[in-house]
């Protein structure tokens, strides 16, 4: 990078850089409009960055980001029990919430099982959630891994976890999205949505 | 040098998530080999991509660019994606992990990929897995020029006979031994029957699919580099 500026605005600029999508442009528009405008409120940015990155672990119970031991879904009395839905990242929490009616627990892997990329089962905490299967208290999980390689592999793993401790296992269906249309729709997909056609 | 691939057969190995919307894919390709793409935007929400560039999906690739990593230009799928499920997944995951330590870039391939689709099509079946992975091992260790010897003893030229022990030697092949059946066989010591078996591909019993493994495994360990494969450990632990 030539410094144009003094050191410590080229450092900021450098640093803005590595969130998503902010690529050496959109980072000098980003520092220059909290130096100009939004000292404040780049002031609170900075501080709740810096007590975020300091304070935030993962729950205990389903490994989602939490700044407690227990996050906020897992310490709701009001759910479910009995189901558990894994998922791979704490997006995908979101999403369900949002999107679904689903009311049980959540499991959350922060990855999915990749051999070729050396991630195995202990780095999803597989090991953490087969103590968790062994309580007892679960009776159905569901698996709302992506529908990629990795992410059936993963469910697959999973399910077979869930048969050893007598657990009913189930995988979110693949199919077209909804307001689609046939014509349009990778033949991979299509091709999913028809093996798992249903009878009317 | 300037290479340009055209509507090139191919089948995804390797994903890996590159900056924020694109991917480096590792592809499968009967003419060049293993050849390393970038696939530029493929991440974002409206690829149409997505589905397509996934493991096992028969695609047709058209890439170009320069040295070792290439630039995906065109990519569609050539049929449907060979379904694989269960431990037939796990299988293919093991499969691909093997061709990324063996095959080399830029290198036809031919054989190896026709003996793979085939492997693919036969995951799908109810066949024995294990049956049709030692036969494509077999067949890929062939390919690469190592051939198993596995049909006369490497001293004396007579052919294995199916009653006798034989210590086996990837490289130097078969050589009779006399110790007794009843114990159990040390590690590079098999049955004639098992080496016959392999030889003509008929894996049938279960004694002989171990013998095969445990072969084979010895015969690949060379072509696979020091670190361990981890669908190996991982099937190991399903």
Redesign the interface.
């Known amino acids: 990078m030539t410094p144009t500026f003094s050191p410590l605005i080229d450092e900021l600029i450098e640093r803005l850089r590595c969130l ?2 902010v690529g050496p442009k959109s980072a000098q528009r980003m520092a220059f409009h909290l130096l100009s405008r939004e000292r404040d409120k780049g002031k609170q940015l900075s501080q709740s960055l810096a007590k975020s990155m300091e304070d935030i672990g993962y729950c205990e119970r389903c490994r989602t980001f939490s700044e407690n031991p227990l996050c906020q879904i897992c310490l709701q009395k009001s759910r479910d029990p009995a189901v558990l839905c894994v998922v791979e990242t704490p997006a995908d929490v979101l999403a369900v919430e949002q999107g679904s009616h689903f009311r049980g627990y959540y499991f959350v892997l922060m990855g999915h ?1 990749s ?4 991630i ?2 202990e780095d999803i905490g597989l090991d953490k959630l087969s103590l968790r299967l062994a309580q007892g208290e679960i009776k159905e999980m569901v698996l709302a891994t992506n529908p ?2 990795e992410g ?2 993963t469910a ?2 999973i399910a ?1 976890m869930a048969k050893n401790h007598g657990i009913r296992a189930t995988r979110i269906a693949y199919g077209v999205p909804i307001g689609g249309e046939l014509e ?6 299509l ?2 949505a028809f ?1 798992g056609r249903f009878e009317l | 040098m300037k290479t340009t691939i055209t509507l090139q057969p191919a089948y995804l190995l390797h994903y890996r998530a590159y900056r924020d919307t694109s991917a480096l894919l590792d592809l499968f390709t009967p003419e060049y080999g293993r050849v390393s793409v970038v696939a530029k935007g493929i991440r974002r929400e409206k690829s149409s991509l997505k589905g397509v560039l996934q493991p096992f999906v028969p695609l047709l690739i058209s890439c170009q660019g320069k040295g070792d990593l290439l630039t995906l230009t065109h990519a569609e799928s050539r049929s449907a994606v060979w379904p694989l499920a269960g431990e037939a997944l796990f299988s293919g995951m093991y499969l691909h992990e093997v061709l990324i330590r063996v095959l080399k870039r830029m290198a036809p391939e031919t054989e190896i990929f026709r003996a793979y689709e085939l492997v693919l099509k036969a995951l799908t079946r109810q066949y024995t897995l294990e049956k049709v992975l030692r036969l494509f091992e077999k067949y890929l260790l062939h390919c690469l020029g190592y051939t198993l010897p596995l049909y006369q003893d490497s001293q004396t030229g007579h052919p294995i006979e199916a009653e006798f022990l034989y210590h086996f030697d990837p490289e130097k092949g078969a050589v009779k031994v006399n110790i007794s059946q009843k114990t159990e066989l040390p590690e590079d010591v098999y049955r004639g029957a098992s080496l016959l078996a392999l030889a003509r591909g008929v894996l049938i019993e279960n004694s002989i699919l171990r013998d095969a493994k445990r072969l084979i495994r010895r015969a690949l360990a060379p072509h696979l580099g020091p670190r361990p494969l981890n669908s190996r450990l991982l099937f190991k632990s399903l």
């Open positions: 998503p999508g099982l051999p070729l990329d050396g195995g089962p990629t390689v059936d592999a697959h793993y077979n349009y729709i990778d033949s991979n997909t091709a999913h093996n």
